[in-house]
């Protein structure tokens, strides 16, 4: 309800709700179940068009969704879906393989060697991240990344085995 609320704020008018059939065959053509609260927040709050900054990718329909974006590859583990596009080649995805469904940054601009090394974990879980949108403490607001003391990103310690399989 709080998300929805902060949404809505933020937008007058949100994207329409996504259906249990639409998760039903998004989750089909991933091959792999989506988060509950992920699910939640689709079906409840909006397909997409809320969140932090450039606000989360939709999960179906025409143009760039997350089912659009998503696709394993050398730099993409199986399993991670990206909700929200930063920019600049950058990405917030789901661990949706991972009961807590963390929350990882993609960076891949500093052209690394090792793809592992582009992955960071932005929240231990979806929840944690969105209660940090949700009361101005993410690491993208900027009186938080201007600060001295603002945390460095942690590197994802799952990403070289994830990505070697």
Known sequence: RCVRERALQERAELPARVGEREVAAAERELGFRLPQLLVRLYQEV?????????????????????????????????????ILDWGCGMYAAVDCLDPDAPVLLFEPNAGPDDWANAWFTDAPSLAQWLNSWLDGTGWWEEEVMMAEDAPEPQPWPDAARRLGS
């Open 46 to 82: 909006a397909n997409g068009g809320f969140g932090p900054e450039y606000f989360l990718l939709p999960l179906v329909g025409e143009g760039r969704t997350a089912i659009a974006e998503y696709g394993p590859c050398e730099y993409w583990p199986h399993g991670l879906l990206p």
